[in-house]
């Protein structure tokens, strides 16, 4: 409190004043020459770099969005042409099972008329063989029937044993 006890009141002088606006006016003129200038000169600089910044931003996410689209674009005609080739390799594989089954059935159709040839062959040969055979043993039986001279139940007694005999021979 003793301080301001002794403080008198500022009051406003003409001298005092006529310096003050002096001094003011020589510090605003300095300020707006060498300080306010260059001030508002970074301070465009900077505006105009931020709209430029923007700008670019801008730009650029009009371009990514255009990639967007043709990437887009590109996947969609590439999952068109994966369906295509699918579809193609289907109709190839079935192509190819068919081709194979065809020729399956025609190569055992073959194997069966070969199989069956053969079998008629044989029969053929195994009937004529039987036919031969048959003829010698009937011829066999009689000359040894003609050499026992028995009578009529002994001798068809003796052909059934030697029929007999030439089935397990």
Partial sequence: MFILATFDTIKPELGLIVWTVIIFSIFWFLMRNFAFRPIIDALETREDNIHSAMAAAEEARKEMESYKDENAKILGEARAEQASIMK??????????????????????????????????????ALTELKKDSGSFALAIAEKVMDKKLKGDDNEGFANGLIDNINLN
């Fill in 88 to 125: 193609e390799a289907r109709a190839v594989k079935n192509q190819v099972i068919e081709e194979a089954k065809t020729k399956a059935k025609a190569e055992a159709n073959q194997v069966i008329v070969s199989a069956l040839t053969e079998i008629n062959a044989e029969k053929t040969a």
